[in-house]
């Protein structure tokens, strides 16, 4: 039997937004905030899937490429603490329905192939920290970055040498 896979989809940061994200971060928060996410690492979750298996995989691999969803852009313009799963987050006050739409239809197909979702609503977010279980000081706003989400990716995660790393399996494009 293969070994199972720490699987999620998300949408990336273009490079050039990771360094802006991380720049901002070391300029408006405190060293202490918490662990600072890698800028490879930045990313929106759409649906975790957990450690599944190569089976499981395959299944939601196919069902990702029969999506149509389309295009869209987002404003990075909102920021956040969940002092509970010590995560300190920037999102967006208006989330698309085409991003409501892509999380919905892969956390309903990851459910359906028995992958556990969250009964929380989703909270499209980039995490910035984690470990982040003090009283954070949050700065006032965020610089309204605009994100245009073109495709969308298969991520394994991945702990190597006491770090962790996303490799990407699959990508595929969201229609004009
Ligand atoms: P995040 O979206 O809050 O950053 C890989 O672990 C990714 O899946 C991370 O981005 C992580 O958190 C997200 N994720 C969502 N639900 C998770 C869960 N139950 N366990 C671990 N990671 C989860």
């Given at each position: 039997?293969?070994?199972?896979?720490?699987?999620?989809?998300?949408?990336?940061?273009?490079?050039?937004?990771?360094?802006?994200?991380?720049?901002?971060?070391?300029?408006?928060?405190?060293?202490?905030?918490?662990?600072?996410?890698?800028?490879?690492?930045?990313?929106?979750?759409?649906?975790?899937?957990?450690?599944?298996?190569?089976?499981?995989?395959?299944?939601?691999?196919?069902?990702a490429?029969?999506?149509?969803?389309?295009?869209?852009?987002?404003?990075?313009?909102?920021?956040?603490?969940?002092?509970?799963?010590?995560?300190?987050?920037?999102?967006?006050?208006r989330?698309?329905?085409?991003?409501?739409?892509?999380?919905?239809v892969?956390?309903?197909?990851?459910?359906?192939?028995?992958?556990?979702q969250?009964?929380?609503?989703?909270?499209?977010?980039?995490s910035?920290?984690?470990?982040?279980?003090?009283?954070?000081?949050?700065?006032?706003?965020?610089?309204?970055?605009?994100?245009e989400?073109t495709e969308?990716?298969?991520?394994?995660?991945?702990y190597?040498?006491?770090?962790?790393?996303?490799?990407?399996?699959?990508?595929?494009?969201?229609?004009?």
């Amino acid at each position: 039997m293969s070994a199972e896979r720490r699987l999620f989809f998300a949408l990336t940061l273009p490079a050039k937004l990771q360094k802006q994200v991380i720049k901002w971060r070391a300029d408006n928060f405190l060293a202490e905030t918490g662990r600072p996410v890698a800028a490879a690492n930045l990313h929106i979750t759409l649906a975790f899937l957990g450690e599944i298996s190569e089976l499981k995989a395959e299944a939601l691999t196919l069902v990702a490429g029969r999506i149509q969803a389309k295009k869209f852009s987002l404003t990075l313009d909102d920021i956040g603490h969940w002092p509970g799963s010590g995560v300190v987050w920037i999102g967006t006050k208006r989330a698309p329905n085409a991003l409501l739409q892509l999380a919905s239809v892969l956390r309903s197909h990851a459910a359906r192939n028995g992958c556990h979702q969250s009964t929380l609503p989703f909270h499209p977010h980039v995490s910035l920290y984690r470990s982040a279980t003090r009283p954070v000081a949050i700065p006032p706003a965020t610089p309204e970055w605009m994100l245009e989400a073109t495709e969308f990716s298969l991520y394994e995660s991945l702990y190597e040498k006491g770090r962790t790393r996303y490799r990407c399996l699959q990508t595929w494009p969201l229609a004009d």
